[in-house]
């Protein structure tokens, strides 16, 4: 059987234990003859340091920032940008045009958004495949295929 009595002795305990705890780090705390072992080490006031996660965005100029996204989409190799503009306002880099499927359209605005400089991506390419357009106007009735 379970006695009562034998959990209120056992939370007794408890409270004395916490109790003593409190009691005894007040009286450490409030002692005059503890030294402070931060002012102990050193007299001289500390220099503030500031430690932020993100670097500070670049400044660079609109047409800068268009080169560089330009080129950087010019030299991968598995994107075909021919069908690509980028214009770029207050940081802001617009991309237009046509790509052939939602791969290239991904990696075009990942390959942009890493450029530094660049704050916002708006993508208005447009996804062409030839054979889903083929599909499309064949189920329109608009283009016959003889086999």
């Keep these: 059987m379970n006695n009562p009595r034998g959990r209120s002795r056992i939370g007794r ?3 004395f234990v916490l109790l003593g ?3 005894g780090g007040m009286a450490l705390a409030l002692s ?5 072992p931060v002012r102990a080490q050193s007299a001289e006031p500390l220099e503030s340091i500031v ?3 993100k670097r500070l965005p670049e400044r660079v100029p ?3 920032l268009a080169q560089r996204i330009e080129t950087v989409l010019h030299d991968d190799p598995y994107l075909d940008d021919g069908h690509i503009t980028i214009t770029v306002k207050n940081g802001v880099a617009t991309l237009q045009g046509m790509v052939w499927d939602d791969w290239d359209l991904r990696r075009a605005i990942r390959l942009a958004r890493r450029i530094s400089g660049v704050k ?3 993508d208005e390419l447009e996804i062409r495949n030839l054979n889903y357009d083929l599909c499309r106007q064949v189920a329109a009735g ?3 295929i003889f086999v």
């Design 13 to 15: 305990a408890r409270c």
């Design 32 to 36: 005059p003859d503890v030294p402070d």
């Design 120 to 122: 916002r991506i708006v």
């Design 51 to 53: 430690v932020t996660g």
């Design 21 to 23: 705890l409190v009691v």
């Design 142 to 144: 608009g283009v016959w």
């Design 62 to 64: 609109d047409l800068e």
